[in-house]
């Protein structure tokens, strides 16, 4: 029989960086205040949580990179939101933004995980920040609980 390896949900003891956009930033409050609150009910203390704030969801990545290169941060979750205009511009952002956090994760071997919304107009995006759809936020916290648990037992 195969081993299988199941993270936690306790955040006890992990330290986490949220790093938010400040562009479209009523709605990313909203995601960051949804993640803050799954973190601290799965007990998380407050000395272990930092927001940081940058302009927009194209400057995540970096820093992202910055907080999980310091060695401060069992994991570090990126929040922004993109809402289309009349150009194919926020889509651009988004897939840039992706892929920059995906790379920040590999390079340094810390979780980042990514929490930017990419929507075609601000009923979607209120729709994922606490609306119908739930909180993104929220999802994002738990899915970093569970990879800074997994972080600690996994073999690297």
Same mark, same amino acid.
């Given at each position: ?27 990313? =409050?909203?995601?960051?205040?949804? @993640? !803050? ?6 007990? +998380? ?23 999980? *290169? ?21 889509? !651009?952002?988004?897939?840039?933004? +992706? =892929?920059?956090? $995906?790379?920040?994760? !590999? @390079? ?13 107009? *601000?009923?979607?995006?209120? @729709?994922? +920040? ?13 899915? +970093?609980?569970? $990879?800074?648990? !997994? ?6």
């Amino acid at each position: 029989m195969a081993v299988e390896v199941r993270p936690g949900t306790d955040a006890t003891g992990h330290r986490y960086c949220l790093v938010a956009a400040r562009y479209n930033e009523a709605f990313v =409050r909203r995601l960051v205040d949804a @993640a !803050l609150e799954v973190l601290r009910a799965r007990g +998380a203390a407050e000395p272990d949580l930092e927001v940081m704030w940058v302009p927009g969801s194209f400057e995540l990545p970096l820093a992202c990179r910055w907080a999980a *290169a310091s060695g401060r941060f069992d994991a570090v979750l990126a929040f922004g939101v993109l809402i289309r205009g009349e150009t194919e511009h926020f889509r !651009l952002v988004a897939e840039a933004s +992706a =892929r920059g956090l $995906m790379d920040a994760g !590999l @390079a340094t071997g810390v979780p980042v995980l990514d929490g930017v919304l990419a929507v075609h107009d *601000a009923a979607q995006a209120e @729709a994922r +920040a606490g609306g119908v759809v739930g909180n993104r936020g929220a999802e994002v916290a738990l899915a +970093a609980v569970q $990879m800074a648990s !997994l972080r600690r037992i996994a073999p690297r």
